[in-house]
Each structure stands twice: as structure tokens, then as C-alpha cells.
């Protein structure tokens, strides 16, 4: 093995399949569509992509209800498509992440099929959780679904089944031996045609505990959960300490078995990063103890505000955290499950996250068209898709918005995308961020993006720790420059509404505002900026 994996300050893209490129005019992304467009990530400067699952599914949650996980959805292509994406990756040295669905199948999955034929007390239902329902003819417990609703669907002879989410996702019954038998052979069969790891789905979730019992305040919980109510820290750490269904214990002698199978792989590098909402925030680092996991998501800027202090306390929890188990921190600030980033802060302030987030310590993860600044599509609700808008009569949102296809290129809608009708309506309103306008332009954020990541390649891999510098000494007050110095680097990013002129040693190689043209000549940080200086 090398002496530093390529993952450990890996940048990530983020491919959600569906939205990228679709190559046959049916409307929806597919695996040719991103095998053909490969050469522009590799020209991002990223080091690999993650996949969102593209596997046989009845997509009720755009493929996180899986019916077969060693197979491709026609809507996707096929295996030998799969081959071809992850050969074409390789020559272009990008590094292939699969989505692995542990907590749960699609109901269209034949185990799931058979359980139902089976009966209850088979080993089929054994599978899944399975339980009667109580005297008084109400579900097992009353837990209740992430995505609204309760977590029990009643089968015709009366019993119920767990799902955390979907009613069309059954949770998976870890405790029997089958399913952990299924899974490493799902692992073994990827990694032997080529990827390079996974990203584990839900994975604080595969075990259950006190299945039997009621859950004292399951609103309450599941608003807890939930990241778009608002709950006083207090009462939502509370009631996250103990979730009868996320983050026990077991779930690491999973990973630690799964460990061992990509170790086997040798000097391929195998690794996986974890998707875990846990609380407290140290319970996460438990995930890439050196015989689990290689990384974890960090969810904190997914929801963090603009605002210095907050993002000064997150940066350091998470370097400081992951440093116990020896570990580096990831850093991501869209994906498929969350308002992109340009829509939450704002697009000046996204891009100057970014820039920050580049030079940390640790991996980066881009969600496709982030790169490009695009905030989150305008849907009415007759577009929406997602289950959890579905499953709350409308209550939720949902997820939508951030999976809009991207805008390739031309001036009218679907820009490129498809030669038919897309499966999310694209807004007009991108024409100005189309990949084929930001390639031409110098100041674009895709161009910002790649001279990002160029820069990072150039003056900061391998650069260790970052030293803070304090904001008093540069002359700015708490809170509204933040500013941190990294090997050759130092960076400076600038929080509040007024341009800051920077009593500082070296020169501008990268400011998020601002034209290249004359950063260069400057001792400004724009407000609402970033820029990094070689020192
Ligand atoms: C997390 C995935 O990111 C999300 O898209 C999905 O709905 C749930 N897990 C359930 O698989």
C-alpha cells in the first residue's frame, strides 16, 4: 500500500445519475451520458466520483429503494455500460465510488417478494422485521418514517414491517446472517468489476434496538431528525442522544467485517465514507476507527450559516474530532439530499465556503453543478417526485430541487440535457449557467472551481495542519474575517458586507470575487469573499 491512500485529501464529485447527462433522449441521466462527459470532471482537477445508485430499481427514491444491487436499471444502461464508465474513468485517473444501500431493499426485490409469499415465522420474513401487530390491532411500535408517516406497513395476513423511510424500503434485519452474506458478496462484486469504494447509505442505521417498545416522544424525534425544523439545541441534543434506531453499537462489527474485505483488495486502496447523522458529534469518529471505515461525512456546513464564529467552531470540532481516531475530516457543502449551497447562503457566500473548504485538511465533496454555482431548481408541486413530499401530503418539500438536471449548453431549456423532456423541468433562468457559457468565461465559477482545485493539487497537498490567525492581529473584528495559514498558503475569507484591505505579506493567487484580471494587484478581500495568498 502507499504511504498516503489517494483518498485522504480526495476531492469527490458527486454524480447524481439521473441529472447529469442523458445520452438517449428518454429524459433521465444515464451511465453513457457520463461516460461521455468524464473528461470534464477530469478537467475540474477532482481525484474521483461517487455514483448515486444506478442499480434495478423501482426508483420510488430516485434508486435508494434497490431490487437488485448487482444489476443496472434499464434506465441507467447495463453492466457492460457500468465497465465501460468505470474503464474510461480509470484511463482518465479518476477514481470510481459506488452507493452501497445497506438499511434497506425496494419492495420489488425478491427477497422481499418472497417474504411475503412466505408467511409469517419463515425464514424469509426473518430477513426483514417482520412483527404482529398488538392486541389492539396498532403497529408494533410508534416509531415514525424520515420520510413522514408511521414505520410500519400492515401485509394482508396482518403483520407489519419496518421501513425508516419509504414504505417501498423495508429495513433490512441485520441479525440475520443472509443479509450480511448478500451484502459482501454485493461489495466483492463491484470491487471486482473496478470501483474503487463505496459510500455507505444511511449508515448509523443497519441496527435496531427495542424494537418491541414505544419510542416516549416520537414526534418529537422525528422533528428532531428533521433538518429543515427549527428546535432548540437543547431539546433536539436530547432527544438525539439515544435513537433506538441509529448509531448502536453493532453497527460497527459490521464495518469491521467489511473492513477486512477491502483490505483484501490490497494495493488497490479500497475505502469507503460513511453517511452517518450521529449525535454527539464524537460518536461519528467512531465510524473511521482504524480497523472501520476510511471516512465520514461531515454534515456541518451542509447547514451551517454564514457567519464566522459558527464556521470557525464546526472547522476546528471536526479537524480537532477526527484527529483522535487519526483521521482527516470531509468537507461538503451540497448534495443530493439538501438545498444546494448557492440557495441557502447565498451565491457569493457559496463560493466563498468553497474556496475556504479547498484549503482545509481533508476531502472535498462537489454535488454535480455546484461547480457551476447553480442554486436549486423552481418547481411547482405537480414536478415533485421526492417520496417525503408524497408521504407528508405535501408538508415536506422535499429533496427536488437540488436534483435538477444540469445545463450543458445552448440558450433555451433543457440546455442540452436531453433531446427529450426532462425529467425535472430545467428553469430558463440557467441559460447564463450552462457548462458551455463558464468554460468561456474566464471569471465563471466553474473556472474559479478549477483553478481552485488546481492551486490545491499545486501548493497544498500533503501540507498538514492549518494554524488560525487571529482576526484582531489582522485588524478585523471577531467573527468577520476568518483566516487560517496552510503550508505555503494563507487564506483569508472575508464574512462581512464591506471589503476588507489586508495588511499582509504575498500575493493573491485565487479570490472568489472579483475579476482575475485584478486580484492579482490587490490587498482586498471583497466582502463575502475568500482569497488564498502564497505567502
Ligand atoms: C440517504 C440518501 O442520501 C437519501 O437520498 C435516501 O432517501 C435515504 N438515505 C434512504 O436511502
Do not use: C
Not at 178 to 189: A, G, P
Not at 266 to 293: C, Q
Not at 299 to 316: Q, R, S
Request: aromatic content about 12%; proline content about 6%; glycine content about 8%.
Amino acid at each position: 500500500m502507499n504511504s498516503t491512500p489517494w483518498w485522504k485529501e480526495a476531492v469527490i464529485y458527486q454524480i447524481y445519475p439521473r441529472s447529469f447527462y442523458d445520452s438517449n433522449g428518454d429524459g433521465e441521466g444515464d451511465l453513457p451520458g457520463i461516460t461521455s462527459h468524464l473528461e470534464y470532471v477530469q478537467a475540474l482537477g477532482v481525484d474521483a466520483i461517487w455514483l448515486s445508485p444506478f442499480y434495478t430499481s423501482p426508483n420510488k427514491d430516485g434508486g435508494y429503494d434497490v431490487a437488485d444491487p448487482r444489476d443496472v436499471d434499464p434506465r441507467f444502461g447495463d453492466l457492460e455500460d457500468a465497465k465501460a464508465l468505470i474503464k474510461r474513468a480509470h484511463e482518465l485517473n479518476l477514481r470510481v465510488l459506488a452507493d452501497i444501500v445497506p438499511n434497506h431493499f425496494s419492495d420489488q426485490h425478491e427477497w422481499f417478494k418472497a417474504a411475503l409469499k412466505a408467511g409469517r415465522g419463515s425464514p424469509e420474513r426473518n430477513r426483514f422485521h417482520f412483527y404482529d401487530a398488538n392486541p389492539d390491532g396498532t403497529p408494533p411500535n410508534n416509531w415514525i418514517s424520515l420520510f413522514g408517516g408511521p414505520s410500519w406497513t400492515q401485509v394482508e395476513d396482518g403483520q407489519f414491517y419496518l421501513h425508516l423511510f419509504d414504505s417501498s424500503q423495508p429495513d433490512l434485519n441485520w441479525e440475520n446472517s443472509d443479509v450480511n452474506t448478500d451484502f459482501e458478496t454485493t461489495l466483492r462484486f463491484w470491487l471486482d468489476l473496478g470501483v474503487d469504494g463505496f459510500r455507505i447509505d444511511v449508515a448509523h442505521g443497519l441496527v435496531k434496538e427495542d424494537i418491541g417498545k414505544n419510542h416516549p416522544d416520537p414526534t418529537g424525534l422525528s422533528n428532531a431528525l428533521r433538518l429543515d425544523i427549527e428546535m432548540e439545541t437543547e431539546a433536539r441534543n436530547a432527544l438525539l442522544e439515544s435513537v433506538p434506531y441509529f448509531d448502536r453499537q453493532g453497527v460497527h462489527e459490521i464495518y469491521r467485517r467489511w473492513r477486512k474485505i477491502f483490505d483484501s483488495y490490497g494495493d488497490r486502496d479500497v475505502m469507503a465514507v460513511a453517511e452517518a447523522w450521529v449525535h454527539p458529534p464524537v460518536n461519528a469518529t467512531r465510524y473511521v476507527r482504524a480497523d472501520e471505515l476510511h471516512q465520514v461525512f461531515n454534515f456541518d456546513l451542509l447547514t451551517a450559516p454564514f457567519d464566522g464564529n459558527f464556521l470557525f467552531d464546526v472547522i476546528t470540532r471536526s479537524i480537532e474530532l477526527n484527529a483522535t481516531v487519526n483521521a482527516l475530516p470531509t468537507w461538503a457543502l451540497s448534495n443530493h439530499d439538501s438545498p444546494r449551497v448557492a440557495t441557502r447562503i447565498g451565491a457569493l457566500e457559496s463560493h466563498a465556503l468553497a474556496l475556504f473548504v479547498f484549503a482545509l485538511p481533508g476531502s472535498a465533496y462537489i454535488f454535480a453543478g455546484q461547480e457551476l454555482g447553480l442554486p436549486d431548481g423552481e418547481l411547482s408541486d405537480s414536478d415533485r417526485q421526492d417520496p417525503s413530499f408524497f408521504r407528508s401530503h405535501g408538508a415536506i418539500k422535499g429533496r427536488d430541487g437540488a436534483r435538477v438536471p444540469l445545463p450543458w449548453h445552448g440558450e433555451i431549456t433543457p440546455f442540452g440535457f436531453t433531446t427529450g423532456r426532462p425529467w425535472l423541468p430545467i428553469n430558463q433562468s440557467w441559460s447564463a449557467m450552462t457548462v458551455e457559457k463558464e468554460d468561456s468565461d474566464a471569471d465563471s465559477v466553474l473556472n474559479l472551481y478549477r483553478n481552485a482545485l488546481a492551486l490545491r493539487a499545486h501548493h497544498l497537498a500533503g501540507s498538514g495542519h492549518i494554524e488560525w490567525l487571529e482576526s484582531h492581529s489582522l485588524g478585523a473584528k471577531h467573527g468577520e474575517l476568518l483566516g487560517f495559514k496552510r503550508g505555503a498558503v494563507s487564506v483569508f475569507m472575508n464574512l462581512s458586507h464591506e471589503d476588507f484591505v489586508l495588511g499582509y505579506e504575498g500575493q493573491i493567487i485565487i479570490s472568489s470575487r472579483g475579476s482575475s484580471a485584478d486580484f492579482a494587484q490587490s490587498r482586498v478581500v471583497p466582502a463575502r469573499s475568500t482569497i488564498w495568498i502564497l505567502n
